[in-house]
């Protein structure tokens, strides 16, 4: 696959990640619903987690995102065990668009590349990619059914 299709595939399914954060209210965005064990909020701040992680340092480059970030959201993590207030919902949403230009940017040329540590039987870029899509379209799929299962009766539209 060539470099660009997976630049456009990143491109694609983050705009349907924030298309779909924007439609959620902000009232049922830290809401854990029975069944679940994370909210909307960590998801979004999961998704910004494992990127961050699982590319900048792969290619021997600094993560972009603060550090909070990578302490509320690692994988196994919950918003049960939080002892920090998390990041602004707005906030999350803003690196969640930034992310992506600062991801291609610092990946141009390089998917061909071995990654600087094996991840699972990844060994270069091009695959770390791949992983990540995935693992993005998985949380939004877990999302979307957060969002279901808290229902949105009695929550106004957002405008």
Not at 53 to 62: A, M, T, V
Not at 126 to 139: A, L, S, Y
Request: aromatic share 10%; proline share 6%; hydrophobic share 40%.
């Amino acid at each position: 696959m060539r470099e660009n299709k997976l630049f456009v595939q990143f491109r694609e399914l983050r705009s349907q990640t924030i298309s779909f954060a924007e439609s959620v209210h902000p009232d049922i965005v830290d809401i854990v619903p029975e069944g679940f064990k994370n909210s909307i909020r960590w998801n979004l701040g999961h998704i910004l987690v494992a990127w961050d992680h699982g590319i900048f340092p792969k290619i021997n480059e600094s993560r972009r995102i603060p550090m909070q970030y990578h302490r509320m959201f690692p994988k196994g993590s919950r918003p049960d065990d939080w002892e920090e207030k998390p990041p602004s919902f707005q906030e999350i949403m803003d690196r969640m668009r930034l992310q992506v230009d600062e991801i291609i940017k610092a990946s141009e040329g390089k998917m061909d590349d071995l990654i600087s540590k094996p991840f699972l039987r990844v060994k270069y870029l091009r695959g770390m990619f791949k992983f990540h899509i995935t693992e993005e379209q998985h949380h939004l799929d877990c999302m979307v059914r957060i969002k279901e299962a808290i229902g949105v009766v009695g929550v106004p539209a957002q405008n």
